[in-house]
């Protein structure tokens, strides 16, 4: 097993923030890491999409991730949907991690994205 590091974090304000969707946040976040990171995005070898209500207000279930990251260069990436209610996030991360320290992937990027 290898060792695992947080190279980059992003982060959007808690809060209401009307006319903001997942997509804009999970955006916003995923610009901040990357940038934060110093990698460039061609070096994520998978995704974890954290979230737990998107699905039910979009009616678009099982594709959370793909949704927010349509039309987007990192919509090309493998992407897995976590949903595990308020732990979508940290399951997320935890997947990643694993994925990470078992040589399955270099690079894996965690977002947890909600917007209720």
Known sequence: MKGVAIA???M?????????????LALAAIEEAIADSGLAS?????IYFGNAISGIIS???????QVALRHQVLGKV??????????SGGSAFSLACEAVA??????????GAEQM
């Open 8 to 10: 980059g974090i992003g």
């Open 12 to 24: 959007t304000q808690f809060g209401k923030q009307v006319g903001r969707g997942v997509r804009s």
């Open 42 to 46: 061609d070096r994520i070898d998978r």
């Open 59 to 65: 009616q678009q279930e099982m594709v959370r991730g």
């Open 78 to 87: 493998p992407l897995f949907n976590i949903e595990n209610a308020c732990a």
């Open 102 to 111: 078992s040589g399955a992937v270099e690079v894996a990027l965690v977002v």
